[in-house]
C-alpha cells in the first residue's frame, strides 16, 4: 500500500513540481533574510555615524525611524515566504484541505496584504509626518497596486479552502 492518501478510492497525485517548489523556497530564506537584513543594518549605521545623509530636515532618529518602516514591508514578505513554505510542505505530504495548509495560506495573503499596504501608506505616511509633507502620500506605483489585488486573492482563496474543508469535515462527520 501506498502512502498517498486516498480520496474516494483512489490514490491522490502529488506533483513532483511541490517538492521542487518547496526546496526552492527554503533555500531563498538565506538570501532573503541577507537581502534584508545586511542593507538595513548597513544603512542604519550610517545614518546613526552621520556618514549617509537623510532626506530633508529630519532627525538623526528619524531618519532612522523611517529607514526600519522603509524595511517592513520585505520583513513582511519574508513572513509570506515562511507561510507559504509551511503550504507547501502539507500539498507534499498530500493535505490539501488541513487546517495548517489552509491556515498557511490565508497568513501569505494576509502578510502579503500587510506589506503593500505599509509600503504604499505605512511607510510614506512617516517620511510625510517627519517632514511635514503629505503630497508623498499621493504618489503609488502601479505594480503595488496589482500586489494588493493578489495579496486579497490569496487571502480570499485561503478562506475559500478552510470553508471547503469545514464543508468536507461536516460532511464526513455526518456519516460516520
Do not use: C
Amino acid at each position: 500500500m501506498s502512502d498517498q492518501p486516498l480520496i474516494d478510492g483512489a490514490l491522490m497525485s502529488r506533483p513532483q513540481s511541490t517538492k521542487t517548489t518547496r526546496m526552492f523556497v527554503e533555500a531563498t530564506f538565506p538570501i532573503l533574510i541577507a537581502a534584508i537584513g545586511l542593507p538595513l543594518i548597513g544603512a542604519l549605521y550610517l545614518i546613526a555615524t552621520g556618514s549617509m545623509s537623510h532626506v530633508g530636515p529630519m532627525t538623526t532618529a528619524q531618519a532612522l525611524v523611517l529607514r526600519v518602516a522603509q524595511a517592513i514591508p520585505a520583513v513582511l514578505m519574508a513572513f509570506a515566504m515562511f507561510a507559504l513554505r509551511r503550504v507547501l510542505v502539507e500539498y507534499e505530504r498530500g493535505q490539501f484541505l488541513s487546517a495548517l495548509a489552509t491556515t498557511s495560506f490565508k497568513r501569505v495573503g494576509y502578510f502579503a496584504l500587510a506589506a503593500i499596504l505599509v509600503k504604499v501608506v505605512g511607510a510614506p505616511a512617516v517620511q510625510a509626518a517627519f517632514l511635514g509633507n503629505w503630497l508623498v502620500l499621493l504618489s503609488y506605483n502601479t505594480f503595488d497596486v496589482s500586489l494588493l489585488l493578489f495579496g486579497a486573492l490569496l487571502a480570499m482563496v485561503g478562506t475559500a479552502f478552510a470553508t471547503a474543508a469545514a464543508a468536507i469535515k461536516a460532511e464526513n462527520d455526518e456519516i460516520v
